[in-house]
Nanobody
Framework: QVQLVESGGGSVQAGGSLRLSCAAS????????MGWFRQAPGKEREGVAA???????NYADSVKGRFTISKDNAKNTLYLQMNSLKPEDTAMYYC??????????????????WGQGTQVTVSS
């Protein structure tokens, strides 16, 4: 089993920044690819960003140029730096991991390990 615990969510005004973290433990190791997806009330889950074991990244068009995904292998921690936040970024953000590269952020929904989520609220 792989355990994922997100942190760093909160409330911020439009234009502000937040950095989400996801601490991985259990049977997690650097072979895993990881990513972030989000779900807003009444909306479907949306893949946001993914990072492969070699550092390759992929982003949803809606966050390109504003969000940056990264990971610290020494700390088994995934990050999502979110800048220029917009009210439409308001959602519960989840960390996900698995042993395959999804190809696109939509493929993150197929990942087998998810965290409990951290809420991000952006006010106008």
């Amino acid at each position: 089993q792989v355990q994922l615990v997100e942190s760093g969510g909160g409330s911020v005004q439009a234009g502000g920044s937040l950095r989400l973290s996801c601490a991985a433990s259990g049977y997690y190791d650097i072979r895993y690819s990881m990513g972030w997806f989000r779900q807003a009330p009444g909306k479907e889950r949306e893949g946001v960003a993914a990072i492969d074991r070699d550092g390759s990244t992929n982003y949803a068009d809606s966050v390109k140029g504003r969000f940056t995904i990264s990971k610290d292998n020494a700390k088994n921690t995934l990050y999502l730096q979110m800048n220029s936040l917009k009210p439409e970024d308001t959602a519960m953000y989840y960390c996900a991991a698995d042993l395959f590269w999804p190809g696109t952020v939509a493929g993150l929904m197929k990942y087998g390990y998810w965290g409990q989520g951290t809420q991000v609220t952006v006010s106008s």
